[in-house]
């Protein structure tokens, strides 16, 4: 199947760190981006009310640009020598741009044998360095800490990397959140921390956990930049994030971009959000990134909608022939029992 940003020879996704932003070819990876993402999401939800998921699924509905257009500002590759992401369980979108396909994706979160690891840890995301991807950590903000260290060591080796570390507004209250980012600030790592401000840590608001009302006055403390970018608009992020690689590539440190959005989901598919206030919910509803970006794309001369409808086709289609596969797969064999 065609990932987003499709690379033209194994080794890279041309697109990825050139080019155009606004130009309609961008919108459209972009968009297929998106869609794949909700897509890939929906299909998830109806196999978690089917029973089927051994895990916790958390959806990234109405956060799908976030995740989207920053890794779009990463090189790419596929072999081990392109830039590194560390996402949260939340940042689907991250996966395919990194190039997971569907099949595998689905297959991680069913726990089947075929998945990336092997049906061992359910959870939405695996480490795959070849492609430059992280597992997340269940403990939030520690990967902050980690990526700090990789990002330190790509220094040293003065490779010409750079390391970006997602987390929720949640995760910015936990010690390691800041140790990671002082450490980080202190030796001119060059990471990005990218900090997605959904108003939620499970059914603590934001008000109920800080007092700050921009996640960048934290950056103040640690003598770093920082740039709050509207989250639901996956072409200003990956504008905004493209500059903030070019910074970090270029030596300047530690970049933060906070994206402003809502979970417009529960914490996970478990949470009915009873605690949420449903008119504000609804407000946040209208500001749905996939048709702000579609909107978009028709206002740069994408034509009539057709063209949108065949790629939105496409991409089902090859959602829905993954899933097939994926619930097809064999479940893992049980270890042999240790003997003692
Ligand atoms: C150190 C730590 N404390 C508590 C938890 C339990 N926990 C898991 S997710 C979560 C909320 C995360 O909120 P946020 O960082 O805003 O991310 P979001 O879910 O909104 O994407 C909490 C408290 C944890 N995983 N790690
Ligand atoms: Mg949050």
């Not at 978690?48 to 920053?70: K, M, N, T, Y």
């Not at 996939?290 to 089902?316: H, K, N, P």
């Amino acid at each position: 199947m065609t990932v987003p940003g499709a690379p033209a020879s194994p080794a890279s996704h041309p697109g990825a760190d050139d080019g155009v932003p606004d130009s309609l070819e961008r919108l459209l990876v972009l968009y297929h981006a998106l869609y794949l993402t909700r897509q890939a999401e929906e299909r998830l939800e109806e196999f978690h009310d089917q029973g089927r998921i051994p895990g916790h699924f958390h959806r990234s509905l109405g956060q799908e640009g976030g995740a989207v257009g920053a890794t779009m500002a990463l090189r790419r590759r596929t072999d081990g020598t392109g830039d590194l992401v560390a996402p949260t369980p939340r940042t689907t979108g991250a996966l395919f741009v990194m190039g997971a396909t569907p099949l595998e994706y689905l297959r991680q979160c069913l726990g089947r044998a075929g998945a990336p690891t092997g049906g061992r840890d359910p959870g939405p995301g695996w480490t795959d360095l070849d492609r430059g991807l992280l597992a997340p950590l269940p403990a939030m903000g520690n990967l902050v800490e980690v990526m700090a260290g990789v990002t330190l060591a790509l220094k040293m080796r003065a490779e010409d990397r750079v390391g970006m570390v997602f987390t929720g507004d949640g995760a910015t209250s936990t010690g390691a959140w800041h140790e990671g980012l002082n450490f980080a600030a202190v030796r001119r790592c060059p990471l990005i921390l990218v900090v997605e401000a959904n108003q939620w840590a499970f059914s603590t608001p934001t008000h109920r956990q800080t007092r700050i009302q921009s996640f960048l006055e934290r950056c103040a403390g640690y003598g770093i930049q920082g740039v709050q970018v509207d989250g639901t608009d996956a072409v200003r992020v990956h504008e905004v994030a493209r500059a903030a690689v070019e910074r970090a590539r270029a030596g300047e440190g530690v970049q933060v971009v906070e994206l402003g959005y809502y979970r417009l989901s529960g914490h996970d598919l478990d949470d009915d959000q009873a605690y949420v206030d449903p008119a504000e919910l609804e407000r946040w509803r209208a500001r749905d990134p996939l048709q702000l970006l579609r909107d978009r794309l028709l206002a740069a001369g994408a034509g009539d909608t057709s063209r949108i409808r065949e790629l939105e086709e496409t991409i089902r289609d090859e959602v829905v022939e993954a899933a097939t596969e994926a619930l097809a797969s064999e479940f893992p064999q049980a270890s042999p029992e240790v003997e003692g």
